[in-house]
């Protein structure tokens, strides 16, 4: 008979069932003394990469992108056995400006760009050539978008084009705005081309981040993860400084390590007996918010699968049309079209009812497509979350709250955390994967912890 115990297992709750959760618990549960629990409140993983159904066929909520320069996330795609599902499509993107749709892919398609004339439209590519140049984001961090854009694109191309774009991204937030934002989104997206006159690819997965997500819950389910949906953590429990459990509704489930992917100023609500310093941290981070009605179209509206707008009357942000990019099949052959709306935390669009937007944004549309045939509408779905874009003034990189929490026990990770990084699926995988290190590297020093008394 043997009697040797096994050595005691971590137990690991990871709060928070989004992408960066779910690569969370994936990743750690391949090795074989944790035992790990994932909780998220909503109904299916994903958070805001979660899908919508719709006539027997998963959707997207939100519009989102793999890019092919996007490797860790095509990492764990190939590592989680979905490869086979991913595809690469050729992507065109255009500009709405004074009324008019222009092509805004090649060269030639800005050096002939209307809006501008040539001395413009040579320091707009200027502009891109100097984001690609310039590797050191910190030079950057402490100057304003307004003033880089200006110093490089000059004063008219910001009014013309910089200009409207940050006002419709941020809505009334981006003059505090630092470069970095900019300087990202432009390395990010010259990323997709291997060279100035390369075509522009980006990827899909079918069924969207639901296929990955869905292959990394079953692996993790394999490996012996809880996986908890429509489950609300009411309070990180901490004791004499350590985090030692999470309170459900049903009760305290007791953890050794703690691990938060939710926005900062949930996480702040959970999290009562903690530093008043640090909850006040949590709290103060502001976040844009997003009403993103879907168009669902028998018929493709537009070649793009991005049409900016500089329009400043137009109420959305640009017109995502993204079964240019996915392929209608995978879809039941409707055509997506998104209109976003980034509000800031003050605006009261966001609480406007459904048909209040619909009323809205088709005026709107229809002004921009007046030859559009509204029978061609299925359904118009408008979907809405609070926290997406997180805020960074300037000059505020230091305050960012670092991955190991003044808790004992008690780790996090969210978007406000990635900069200069965007809130992307790829550099929330990367983050997690920074989370892991640090949980991992404290694990030697780790010594089981009594279940605490409910």
């Not at 890019?67 to 190939?78: E, G, H, K, N, R």
Request: charged content about 20%; some cysteine.
């Amino acid at each position: 008979m043997n009697n040797r115990t096994q050595p005691p297992r971590m137990r690991v709750a990871v709060v928070g069932g989004g992408i960066m959760g779910v690569t969370l618990a994936y990743k750690l549960s391949q090795r074989d003394d944790l035992d790990i629990t994932i909780y998220e409140r909503g109904g299916n993983l994903g958070g805001l990469a979660a899908f919508m159904w719709y006539d027997g066929v998963r959707m997207d909520r939100f519009y989102h992108t793999i890019l092919s320069s996007d490797l860790s996330m095509q990492a764990l795609i190939q590592e989680s056995g979905v490869a086979d599902r991913l595809h690469f499509t050729e992507t065109k993107q255009g500009f709405f400006d004074s009324g008019q749709i222009y092509p805004f892919n090649t060269p030639i398609d800005l050096m002939t760009y209307p809006p501008l004339n040539i001395f413009q439209r040579f320091r707009l590519g200027l502009q891109v050539l100097y984001a690609q140049l310039e590797s050191d984001w910190r030079k950057m961090d402490n100057v304003s978008v307004e003033d880089w854009l200006v110093k490089v694109s000059g004063r008219a191309v910001y009014e013309k084009v910089w200009k409207p774009l940050l006002r419709a991204k941020f809505d009334t937030a981006f003059t505090d705005v630092p470069a970095t934002y900019i300087w990202s989104r432009l390395k990010r997206m010259m990323g997709t081309r291997q060279g100035v006159t390369s075509k522009e690819m980006m990827c899909f997965l079918e069924n969207g981040y639901y296929t990955l997500i869905e292959a990394m819950a079953e692996q993790c389910v394999q490996r012996g993860v809880t996986i908890c949906v429509d489950t609300a953590i009411e309070q990180i429990v901490i004791e004499n400084g350590r985090a030692v459990g999470v309170r459900t509704p049903d009760g305290l489930q007791p953890f050794d390590v703690v691990i938060s992917t939710l926005v900062s100023p949930l996480l702040a609500k959970l999290i009562p007996d903690a530093p008043e310093a640090f909850q006040r941290q949590l709290a103060e981070q502001e976040y844009l918010g997003v009403l993103c009605p879907v168009l669902i179209l028998k018929q493709q509206l537009i070649p793009y699968y991005v049409l900016n707008i500089t329009d400043e009357t137009i109420p959305f942000t640009g017109v995502v049309e993204t079964t240019n990019l996915i392929d209608p099949k995978y879809v039941k052959n409707y055509h997506l079209v998104y209109l976003p709306k980034y509000v800031a935390p003050d605006n009261p669009m966001y609480q406007w009812p459904d048909d209040q937007v619909k009323n809205e944004w088709m005026k709107h549309f229809l002004k921009m497509f007046p030859d559009f045939d509204e029978s061609q509408i299925v359904d118009f779905i408008v979907q809405r979350a609070r926290y997406v874009e997180p805020i960074r003034p300037l000059g505020t990189t230091d305050q960012i709250p670092h991955l190991k929490t003044p808790v004992e026990g008690l780790y996090m990770g969210n978007t406000a955390m990635i900069h200069p990084d965007l809130g992307n699926g790829d550099a929330a995988a990367r983050f997690a994967y920074r989370i892991i290190d640090q949980v991992l590297a404290d694990l030697p020093a780790w010594t089981p912890q009594p279940v605490p008394v409910a």
